[in-house]
């Protein structure tokens, strides 16, 4: 498809389809959306049309089961038109290899189905306040229990994780790190079923209550923040849950079935929406704290004891496949628009395009562009082949394109001058999106480290 | 141990050792405990095992304990073998 020979997803076509939508329905709404902070509803829906939360749900299960060759290519696409609207995609893609990788066939079916459709929203929950790869310091203790298990931590950062209905926590058990399925939707202390608004179903706005309004520390109730002229329709970031608080009404479908987050008496799943980030700032991020949150025996995902080195490290892998593939498109995005400003700004007698310095910065931007694309390309392919040597070309890169994409957008913002520091620059946007780039999945430091430690692999 | 299982054990010890060309270990030598593997090596050696022998371990075998020598992870290849023949 997306690498020029297979189908599209949801589209049926080629590249080129998947490039039309991001043009028509994305790039030229992404500004509206980092000035609200959220992404509208409607979008949510459409990306569920095109089948993009399930790309890499197996076909079998309802998904587009792309490879990742063809989910670099589409991540790239649609970070090229909205960096957050990649991210809110990445990061349920993540989930969803989670579980196609490591779930029981019990739970594959009964989640990859929703996740595929985006009826069920899904976020990643590793990083802690004091944690974040370095998973030696997980705080967030799973303890075991009759019949399942119980939750206590917090995690922080999550993107997507402000609507989202199900959440892969990891936590510390007593013989190691441990992968768990969290819903959303818990038991309130009277037994009662609270279910997160999904998918951005419009009416998840009216879950918001003014305590839980309080509590993400949103002035107002309802409506997006910011006032960025987009229509209306937006859902609010996040989608606050707090025990004690009046019954959420169930919007349009639901999370899963009732009973999957335990017995009564658990409430303990408290979602609390982010806002003012430097960049990825639709990207729906929130906070989770888990207070005696209690789970069934098969919440477990993958090998219990053993999620550190399988589950995380394969969900990371596509998050950084993820991470890279959307550094392309911010690299592409950069890149056109520098050429087109530099090419009609007046400058002198000619245009900002006649200044060698600029060339060189757009020599730069290009070159940059095509290397990441094909170190992507690359981990992709590698990834196809279920090559072990894969996870490293992975965190090459991501390490690479997130550094190129950071530089990129700052020479391109350079390039833009005023213009690139206005309210609403695609440049200036992709600036601070980049920044962020450089810290997800593993910072650049850190990717430095373990690619170093490959290459010196073997010796001591 | 049969010869399809010292084949597999030689296959394993060798892809080891091309990561690791200076290392030196017997087949019953716990690699981890070593200390010469890296930080990623594990998930390397599920990737490596499950693509060269087609094999899907299942979780309940996946652990430091069925990886951390060749000859641990020969039984695994063997076990996971055996259980899809039986299927």
């Known amino acids: 498809m997306l690498t020029g020979e297979r189908p599209a997803p949801g589209t049926g076509t080629d590249r080129v389809a998947v490039r039309r939508v991001v043009d028509a329905e994305i790039a030229p709404h992404a500004a509206a959306f980092d000035a609200a902070e959220a992404v509208p509803a409607r979008l949510l829906h459409r990306l569920a049309e095109l089948g993009w939360w399930g790309a890499l749900v197996p076909a079998g299960d309802g998904g587009l089961g792309l490879d990742s060759a063809g989910f670099a290519a589409l991540h790239e696409e649609v970070g090229r038109g909205c960096a957050s609207v990649r991210a809110l995609l990445g990061a349920h893609s993540m989930v969803c290899w989670a579980i196609s990788r490591w779930g029981s066939p019990a739970q594959r079916a009964h989640w990859l189905p929703e996740l595929a459709t985006g009826r069920v929203r899904a976020g990643f929950g590793l990083t802690e306040p004091g944690a974040g790869t370095d998973t030696a310091a997980l705080a967030c203790r799973a303890v075991r229990r009759p019949g399942g298990w119980r939750l206590d931590g917090a995690k922080t950062w999550i993107t997507g994780g402000a609507g989202a209905a199900l959440f892969l926590i990891f936590a510390r058990a007593d013989d190691g790190v441990t992968a768990f399925l969290v819903p959303a939707e818990t038991l309130s202390s009277a037994g009662t079923t609270r279910t997160s608004g999904t998918a951005g179903i419009p009416g998840s706005a009216g879950t918001r209550t003014a305590e839980t309004a309080r509590a993400a520390g949103i002035p107002g109730t309802a409506g997006m923040r910011g006032s960025a002229g987009t229509p209306g329709t937006a859902e609010i970031p996040g989608s606050t849950r707090i025990p004690g608080t009046a019954e959420i009404p169930d919007s349009a479908g639901t999370a899963g079935p009732s009973g999957s987050a335990g017995p009564s008496g658990s409430a303990g799943v408290r979602v609390t929406a982010r806002s003012g980030l430097l960049g990825l700032r639709a990207g729906l991020v929130a906070d989770v704290s888990l207070d005696g949150c209690l789970l069934p025996a098969d919440a477990v995902l993958g090998p219990a004891g053993f999620a550190a080195p399988t589950v995380l490290i394969g969900a990371l892998d596509v998050g950084r496949l993820s991470v890279a593939s959307g550094c392309v498109g911010i690299l592409q995005a950069c890149l056109d628009a520098s050429v087109d400003h530099s090419a009609r700004r007046r400058h002198g007698a000619g245009t900002l395009s006649d200044r060698q310095l600029v060339r060189r910065m757009i020599a730069d931007l290009a070159t940059d562009t095509a290397a990441a694309r094909l170190l992507c390309a690359e981990a992709a392919r590698l990834r196809d082949a279920g090559d072990p040597d894969s996870l490293v070309a992975t965190w090459r890169a991501k390490y690479f394109a997130a550094a190129a994409a950071q530089r990129g957008a700052a020479a391109a913002v350079q390039i833009h001058g005023a213009a690139g520091c206005a309210a609403g620059s695609l440049v200036g946007r992709c600036y601070r999106d980049a920044k962020v780039m450089e810290l997800i999945e593993g910072s650049t430091e850190v990717e430095q480290l373990v690619i170093a430690d490959e290459a010196y692999r073997g010796r001591r | ?87």
Not at chain 2, 12 to 24: K, L, M, N, V
Not at chain 2, 46 to 67: K, T, Y
């Open chain 2, 1 to 87: 141990m049969d010869t399809v299982e010292l084949a597999a054990g030689a296959d394993i010890r060798g892809f080891i050792a091309a990561g690791f060309p200076d290392a030196r270990f017997a087949d019953t030598d716990d690699i981890f405990q070593l200390g010469f593997v890296s930080s990623l090596f594990a998930m390397q050696l599920v990737l490596f095992l499950e693509r060269h022998f087609a094999i899907q371990i299942p979780n309940e075998q996946l652990s430091l304990d069925n990886l951390r020598s060749v000859a641990a992870m020969t039984g695994l290849v063997a076990g996971c073998r055996r259980a899809a023949g039986a299927c």
